[in-house]
T-cell receptor, first 113, second 117 residues
Framework: KAGVTQTPRYLIKTRGQQVTLSCSPI?????VSWYQQTPGQGLQFLFE???????NKGNFPGRFSGRQFSNSRSEMNVSTLELGDSALYLC????????????FGPGTRLTVT | KNQVEQSPQSLIILEGKNCTLQ??????????LRWYKQDTGRGPVSLTI?????NTKSNGRYTATLDADTKQSSLHITASQLSDSASYIC????????????????FGKGTHLIIQP
């Protein structure tokens, strides 16, 4: 069974631009969670989607948004990029949102210049 | 406020030696604790998960301990190998919470382990 895939793996953007990241969960998994990882803050929860609905949300500004499609694939969007948004963005999937059964993707490394 | 503190921040040891990583938490009410290994440029991979009633759990050369009274956990790596070089992240879940919400999962910032030949 294929694992969680994320595209693109690397991305360079300039301040003020917007970016869309994609995550394809493990087949059969309906929950997708997104995390931001930086050296200073570690892993921070962004939001979780289940059956196309946002079920949980972390403490991030409204510039961070996401959505989930009927095939469980998910996208994350960041508008008006700031230098501080440079990070590794990870998504994790699970069957129904059980946090202890999450499988992480390899991440998308976003660099904002 | 729920918090997870890991120590040391970074550690360098020689191949073949043992080491112990620490995780202290203030998450309440406690549900369970998981240790992840994250290789550079990769997503975290689960090593062990421990519930309130478990004191010790092993996964090959990795042994995790949990003291729910003192709210401390440790991850012991035996006979380290070069492939053990990675970040090790402690994650604690609060009871009754699901998903990854702000009050569901609390992440430590990790210990960066380097194994030298």
């Amino acid at each position: 069974k294929a694992g969680v895939t994320q595209t693109p793996r690397y991305l360079i953007k300039t301040r003020g631009q917007q970016v869309t990241l994609s995550c394809s969960p493990i087949s059969g998994h309906r929950s997708v969670s997104w995390y931001q990882q930086t050296p200073g803050q570690g892993l921070q929860f962004l939001f979780e989607y289940f059956s196309e609905t946002q079920r949980n949300k972390g403490n991030f500004p409204g510039r961070f948004s996401g959505r989930q499609f009927s095939n469980s694939r998910s996208e994350m969007n960041v508008s008006t990029l700031e230098l501080g948004d440079s990070a590794l963005y990870l998504c994790a999937s699970s069957l129904a949102g059980e946090w202890n059964e999450q499988y992480f993707g390899p991440g998308t490394r976003l660099t904002v210049t | 406020k729920n918090q997870v503190e890991q120590s040391p921040q970074s550690l360098i040891i020689l191949e073949g030696k043992n080491c112990t990583l620490q995780c202290n938490y203030t998450v309440s009410p406690f549900s369970n604790l998981r240790w992840y290994k994250q290789d550079t440029g990769r997503g975290p991979v689960s090593l062990t998960i421990m519930t309130f009633s478990e004191n010790t759990k092993s996964n090959g050369r990795y042994t995790a301990t949990l003291d729910a009274d003192t709210k401390q956990s440790s991850l012991h790596i035996t006979a380290s190998q070069l492939s053990d070089s990675a970040s090790y992240i402690c994650v604690v879940s609060a009871l009754g919470r699901s998903g990854g919400g702000a009050d569901g999962l609390t992440f430590g910032k990790g210990t960066h382990l380097i194994i030298q030949p």
